[in-house]
């Protein structure tokens, strides 16, 4: 098995954690060597995940609480953001919010579904499952690799 280190934290499902989480995974994320810009992408990518469960995932009544596992690896990170609020149908979303396209107009836009749709652009891999609550497993790879390992050529043209 890989080895690896796990860091686990657990917040209540209130808007104001939301900031706590995105310090805590800038740290590691710059202790691991990502880039600034990586470390950005992380950021966002946290927070659009908490945020969806803040939103979503308990009534107002409800004092919720959301999981956020780090899994440390040599080449990447993983990130995992579970809750165990109400689940929802993500293909029902995800054929709901559909591609937008280029004749839209701004004001028009749809809401909803956009934090998943920045979610998958900015990380690596995205896993998503609503059994029972939601677990979005996320991760970024290290020095993502621009070129095949394996090619022998380097393109000259400039």
Avoid at 31 to 41: C, P
Avoid at 82 to 91: C, E, I, M, P, R
């Amino acid at each position: 098995m890989e080895k690896f280190d796990f860091v686990e934290m657990k917040v209540p499902a209130k808007a104001e954690y939301v900031g706590v989480i995105r310090l805590s995974i800038s740290g590691i994320a710059n202790r691991m060597g990502f880039s600034y810009e990586d470390i950005e992408d992380l950021k966002v990518a946290i927070s659009e995940a908490i945020t969806n469960t803040v939103t979503h995932a308990y009534n107002e009544k409800d004092e919720g609480e959301v999981t956020i596992g780090f899994g440390i690896y040599e080449d990447r990170l993983e990130i995992m953001v579970a809750d165990h609020g109400g689940s929802f149908d993500l293909n029902k979303i995800k054929n709901d919010i559909g591609p937008y396209k280029n004749t839209e107009s701004v004001e028009n836009l749809r809401e909803g579904g956009f934090g998943l749709f920045l979610i998958n652009a900015l990380m690596d891999k995205v896993e998503i499952t609503n059994n029972y609550g939601v677990i979005v497993l996320m991760t970024k790879y290290l020095n993502e690799a621009e070129v095949g390992f394996d090619d022998d050529q380097i393109s000259t043209t400039q």
